[in-house]
Nanobody, 124 residues
Framework: QAQLVESGGGLVQAGGSLRLSCIAA???????????VGWFRQTPGKEREFVAS???????YYKSSVKGRFTISRDNAKNTVYLEMNSLRPEDTAVYYC???????????????WGQGTQVTVSS
């Protein structure tokens, strides 16, 4: 079995910060360091969009609008990926999904594994 479980979402004022965490559980992720991991987000009526990824070979990518404000990191010993979000804006409001794949996680890809999502709401 494979599970991705997000936490850390919530309500914050514009300019504030939140830290999302996602732990990967199950035998599938016994070799977690071989997986690329990342975050997508979705707002009602829109398609899911790529936010950030930390690929298994070490490269990191960000959506242009979050670059400089968001930081993705991972702790392979804990099977966990983090998304530190600073200077949050109302347009960052969305359900944030943790993802994982043995291949690359990039803008335009559809990762194999998805979490259930965590709501982030930024008030103006």
């Amino acid at each position: 079995q494979a599970q991705l479980v997000e936490s850390g979402g919530g309500l914050v004022q514009a300019g504030g910060s939140l830290r999302l965490s996602c732990i990967a559980a199950g035998r599938t992720f016994s070799d977690y360091s071989d997986y690329s991991v990342g975050w997508f987000r979705q707002t009602p009526g829109k398609e899911r969009e790529f936010v950030a990824s930390f690929n298994w070979y070490g490269d990191i990518y960000y959506k242009s609008s979050v670059k400089g404000r968001f930081t993705i990191s991972r702790d392979n010993a804990k099977n966990t990926v983090y998304l530190e979000m600073n200077s949050l804006r109302p347009e960052d409001t969305a359900v944030y999904y943790c993802v994982a794949d043995r291949s690359m996680v990039l803008d335009g890809t559809t990762p194999n594994y998805w979490g259930q999502g965590t709501q982030v709401t930024v008030s103006s």
